[in-house]
């Protein structure tokens, strides 16, 4: 089992594969964000994965596009307050450095 990581634009998303030790495995850009472009991703991989995206704008065509894929085992939203990605403080935002 892998494990694939979505970071998903408007334009193109980046997904970057690992195996269970965290070591990587396969890295892409997809321009266009195009289904066919996710589908080859996961068919060269050849193997089951998990896969993680962040819940942001248009995430909803994107989740149900990777259900339909069969090499995908599952799909888990992030969300970037939760996983501390994001700089929500509202301090940092009212004043940059």
């Known amino acids: 089992m892998g494990y694939v990581g979505i970071d998903y634009h408007k334009r193109y998303s980046v997904l970057c594969a690992t195996d269970e ?6 890295q892409r850009r997809i321009n266009g964000n195009s289904a066919s472009g996710f589908a080859q ?9 998990k896969v ?7 995430w909803g065509w994107l989740y149900d596009l990777l ?12 969300h970037s307050y939760k996983t501390g990605v994001a700089p929500f403080n509202r301090e940092v935002r009212k004043n940059p450095i």
């Open 52 to 58: 993680v995206m962040e819940a942001c704008w248009n």
């Open 67 to 78: 259900g339909e894929i069969d090499l995908i085992n599952e799909v888990v939203l992030a």
């Open 41 to 49: 991703f996961f068919c060269e991989l050849a193997e089951q994965s």
């Open 21 to 26: 030790r965290g070591q990587e495995l396969k």
